[in-house]
């Protein structure tokens, strides 16, 4: 087996939670920062739209930095939330962040769903017929169009917040260094943005090493971008991604007990 690491891409506390799953399985871990995340200066739109916040009827977060945006501009002009405002999370990380930032009630695509969160979450019942209600949207710069047209082909009146912007970075020469030799187990990536970046830096080696992603979209773009080797998790939680990496890995360790996993 040797110690090559699993290479992880998620930044900050989530990519905390990750690695300690990974190294839970015996299995040695290194973070390849390739994206820094800010906070945007606050526009007009953003403080019409946080004044105007109890005429919201749903709120859709994508990111939990989105929700950390959220809760940090509410502070600021709600001191108590409004009533009657439904909240939805396109992920269990962001609905966790949600409920314990805001303390609300969240709801989130169901576990199994298996695929890209975004279209998991469309298919809930409560966000399948939006006439003219007023919905807000808070994400980041740029990112996929799906969730704003598709609720506004559905009667809403979608409100579009960038509250934070990604800039992707260079990975540090000895990360360049690791992909261009293909020296590492796997790779892990549950971002589309993350893995278009990386990919100038894989050569032939790190293109034919096993590669861990969340969803069946993230496996054909991999696949485009001339990664021969993706296997698709679950999800995007530790528990999917690590049980993902341990078919990977070693296809005979796969059958682990799902109750450890969980602890991640």
């Known amino acids: 087996m040797g110690a090559q690491p699993v290479v992880i891409t998620r930044p900050g506390e989530r990519g905390d939670v990750l690695a300690a799953a990974i190294e839970a399985r015996g299995l040695p871990v290194a973070r390849l920062e390739s994206m820094r995340v800010e906070a945007l200066p606050e526009t007009p739109a953003q403080r019409a739209a946080w004044l105007d916040f109890d005429q919201f009827r749903r709120v859709v977060v994508v990111s939990p930095f989105a929700a950390e945006c959220l809760e940090a501009a509410l502070d600021r002009y709600w001191p108590q939330l409004p009533v009657g405002i439904d909240y939805y999370a396109v992920g269990a990380a962001t609905a966790e962040a949600l409920h314990r930032r805001l303390g609300v009630r ?34 980041g710069e740029g990112g996929r169009t799906l969730l704003a047209e598709t609720l ?38 549950s971002s589309g943005e993350i893995l ?19 969803s069946t979209r993230l496996a054909t773009l991999a696949g485009k971008l001339g990664f021969r080797a993706p296997v698709v998790a679950s999800g995007a939680t530790p528990a999917a991604l690590t049980a993902a990496l341990a078919t990977a890995c070693d296809p005979q360790e796969a059958d682990v007990d799902q109750d450890d996993l969980e602890k991640g």
């Open 106 to 139: 969240v709801h989130v695509p169901p576990a199994e769903a298996g695929e890209d969160t975004s279209e998991a979450l469309l298919r809930l019942g409560s966000l399948r017929r939006l006439d003219d209600e007023k919905v807000l949207l808070v994400a």
């Open 152 to 189: 506004t082909e559905r009667g809403a009146r979608v409100t579009r917040l960038a509250v934070y912007r990604r800039t992707p970075l260079p990975p540090s020469p000895d990360m360049q260094h690791r992909l261009a030799r293909g020296d590492f187990r796997a790779l892990v990536v």
């Open 196 to 214: 278009e970046h990386l990919a100038r830096w894989c050569t032939g080696a790190a293109l034919n090493q096993p590669l861990i992603v969340s």
